[in-house]
């Protein structure tokens, strides 16, 4: 029963298998975001990130939008550096959150979300009696930070400083065919977080997916 309900809510047909720890690598012209579109704050955060040694990206929505040709209204940005590493950097930082830490860093009124890549131990974290995930700082490698996304569209990293975009899933094509597709085994993915089901019917309302 559930199965078939994902399915009649997702429309999705099986694709082929890729090693998800190798991205698909685009360059500008392969992609075609304008770099007008990233805010100024958004370029400041993964700067300051990378200058510092550390990776950092332009993640999630906001690069679906910028892959859509929309100016996104909030900037994520994803880092191999740690949430204290992370508030060492900015004047005005926070780190929010006990059990998965994210830092809030601010600029005036402006305010960008910080997250360390996530790592796959949360597939083996203890889970509620219904399957739900019990979160807690999971800090990985970057092609499992993508693994734990909720949908393809949703797991690309954009980099300001070089304008490439890496996509793991194949997210791209996705957006191209205005397809939503879970990252993994829909039903095991639902269980862990049931909320993803209404993020479905909001982003193919929104998308028009």
């Known amino acids: 029963m559930i199965k078939k309900f994902i ?4 429309g999705v047909k099986e694709k082929p298998v890729r090693d998800p720890s ?13 770099p007008k579109l990233v805010s100024s704050n958004a370029i400041r955060v993964t700067s300051s990130l990378q200058e510092a040694g550390f990776k950092a990206f332009v993640v999630g929505g906001a690069v679906r939008d910028l892959l859509l040709g929309v100016k996104p209204k909030d900037f994520d ?3 191999d550096a740690t949430p204290e590493q992370v508030k060492r950097l900015f004047r005005r930082a926070f780190i929010i959150g006990r059990r998965f830490q994210i830092v809030h860093v601010m600029f005036g009124q402006d305010l960008l979300e910080v997250t ?3 790592g796959a131990g949360e597939v083996n974290a203890p889970k509620d009696e219904h399957g739900r995930v019990l979160r807690d700082n999971s800090f990985g490698p970057q ?4 693994m734990r996304r909720d949908f393809t569209i949703n797991a690309m990293y954009y980099d300001p400083a070089t304008q490439v975009v890496l996509d793991y899933h194949g997210g791209i094509a996705d957006i191209r065919d205005k397809t939503l597709r879970i990252i993994g085994v829909p ?3 639902y269980r862990e977080d049931p909320v993803r089901l209404l ?5 193919a309302a929104k998308l028009n997916f």
């Open 143 to 146: 092609h499992e930070d993508a």
């Open 116 to 118: 360390t890549f996530r």
């Open 22 to 34: 190798e991205p698909i690598v685009l360059a500008q012209a392969e992609h075609g975001i304008d």
């Open 77 to 79: 940005i994803a880092t």
């Open 199 to 203: 993020r479905v019917v909001r982003f």
């Open 187 to 189: 039903e095991a993915r």
């Open 7 to 10: 399915r009649k809510i997702l």
